[in-house]
């Protein structure tokens, strides 16, 4: 019986704290409720879909979804509720349309204009670009010297010379050749080195004398490769090729010697040229045979036994 008391007093004791955790619970399950109530008020329905809106420059004015909304005050009076929303639809964003701005055509200058404007120019880099460009000598005439008077170096010959754009410093040397044939001209060679050789610039030397068959006796034929300054193709060294001139004598000089007209063109188109390549170091540009100026790895008899070397050297060392 004694222990019974004390149990029963506890409970007597529990019996209000219960009562107020009941009404306690009760009150808190009003306040969730009641919150609920007040946000599915705040919820509206989101309408089905529609296009987006034509774009425009200026910013879209609509509040932005992550913008927090203030909440509007609470209204005593009840509302209908609104309809249920069973799933959530995002809002579509206006997206501005891609302006392309066409390209405006080009204009077409009126002939006038077009005389008026310059070609344009490609320019080819050969190496030597940077050197300056010699302009061609003009002989000094009075009514006393009238200059030299040249038999094979005609004033068409001396033209095509002078206009090239012949680069300072550039050709030190002048070899001789023979064509190791009895006949022959500077087209019938071209064809056979660009065609037969397949060498892209044609015809390798700069000049060639003919003997009097395929082309008079000392006429004197300018390649490609003097009017556009191109490097030879004459010798074994890609090195010399660029800074030698390349002359050939038509003929084959291990039969035969060169004629005595074209020993005189020859005398006449180095001297010319000799000027019109000016001096290299303060002398004018050696002038050799091709044996004695090809590296001894790769050995020629070129020009030719019969070739007059002691009268070469004479002339023009």
């Known amino acids: 019986m004694r222990f019974q008391i004390p149990l029963l007093l ?18 808190g399950a009003a306040e969730k409720k009641k919150a609920f109530l007040k946000a599915r008020e705040e919820m509206r329905t989101v309408p089905l879909a529609t296009p987006a809106p034509p774009a425009s420059s200026k910013p879209d ?8 909304k203030s909440r509007p005050a609470a209204d005593p009076t009840p509302k209908p509720k609104p309809r249920p929303v069973t799933q959530a639809t995002p809002r579509r964003r206006s997206t501005p349309l891609l302006v392309i701005t066409p390209k405006p055509a080009p204009v077409t200058p009126s002939p006038s204009r077009q005389r008026e404007m310059p070609a344009a120019v490609t320019v080819q880099k050969s190496g030597f670009e940077e050197a300056e ?30 206009k090239a754009p012949v680069r300072k410093g550039r050709w030190r040397y002048t070899v001789v050749h023979n064509s190791g044939t009895r006949q022959g001209s500077a087209k019938a060679f071209h064809y056979y080195h660009l065609r037969v050789r397949k060498m892209p610039n044609g015809l390798a030397y700069h000049f060639v004398i003919g003997n009097g068959t395929s082309t008079g006796d000392g006429q004197i034929e300018i390649g490609p490769r003097w009017s556009r ?39 006449e188109l180095v001297g010319y040229v000799r000027k019109r390549v000016g001096k290299v170091e303060g002398k004018p540009s ?8 090809n590296p001894p790895r790769w050995p020629t008899d070129c020009p030719g036994d019969k070739f007059p070397y002691r009268w070469l050297h004479g002339k023009f060392d």
């Open 61 to 68: 004015s609509s509040p932005s979804a992550s913008t927090p």
């Open 10 to 27: 506890s409970v007597i004791l529990a019996v209000p704290h219960m009562h107020a955790q009941q009404s306690q619970d009760a009150g």
């Open 133 to 162: 460009v010699i302009p061609a000598e003009k002989p000094s005439r009075s009514w006393f010297s009238r200059g030299p008077n040249y038999r094979f170096l005609t004033a068409a010959v001396r033209a095509e010379i002078d």
């Open 286 to 293: 050696i002038v050799k045979a091709h044996r004695e100026i």
């Open 229 to 267: 300054q191109v490097n030879g193709g004459h010798v074994h060294s890609d090195y010399l090729n660029n800074i030698a001139l390349g002359i050939c004598f038509v003929g084959d000089f291990n039969r035969d010697a060169p004629t005595e007209r074209q020993k005189a063109a020859l005398e």
